[in-house]
């Protein structure tokens, strides 16, 4: 499925005060995940296996870093867990980085808030709006906005990269 994203991620203290700023809306629990998620080394974007309960998800997606909510260019595989995919992927082109976090996903019509606790970095939430099932005309970054105001963010705590690049960057220490 390809999709257009607009997203932003930032480094919170605390996840329940998060939750509790937007108690307010009728968001819907879509779960709460236990991930992980495995990163190649491909030459273009990103590609990552995610794997959670029974199933997993081939991610490729390509955007820039920033931190101000930005665009991305996403195609999303949801497929059952077979490890043999994750050989053929390692094979070809070596891991990476691993990332592990437990994730609860909030929806809100078109837009998810997940609330992340990533093994080795902390807490983060990470807003992301989607052009599926919205109407045309929507702005997605306006979308993403009104999410950071709402839980009353600052630029300070706004991530410009992925926990992928956290977790390298970590390891570089």
């Known amino acids: ?29 879509d779960g709460v995940y236990k991930q992980v998620d495995t990163y190649y080394n491909v030459p273009i974007g990103r590609v990552k296996l995610r794997e959670y309960d029974e199933y997993s998800s081939l991610i490729y997606y390509n955007r820039v870093n920033g931190e101000e909510a930005k665009s991305s260019d996403v195609i999303y595989y949801k497929h059952e867990k077979d490890a043999a995919l994750g050989a053929i992927l390692e094979l070809q082109f070596g891991i990476k ?14 837009v998810s808030v997940h609330l992340d606790q990533v093994d080795g970095l902390g807490c983060f939430v990470e807003v992301e709006a989607c052009n599926i099932g919205v109407e045309e005309g929507v702005d997605l ?33």
């Open 141 to 173: 970054k306006q979308q993403c906005d009104c999410f950071f105001n709402l839980m009353e963010l600052t630029k300070e705590d706004l991530v410009a990269v992925s926990y992928s690049d956290l977790i390298l960057q970590l390891n570089k220490i």
């Open 97 to 110: 980085v691993k990332v592990s976090k437990v994730r609860k996903v909030l929806k809100y019509k078109n």
């Open 1 to 29: 499925m390809e999709l257009q994203n607009v997203e932003f991620k930032a480094r919170v203290a605390d996840l329940d005060s998060i939750e509790d700023k937007l108690k307010g809306l009728e968001l819907i629990l």
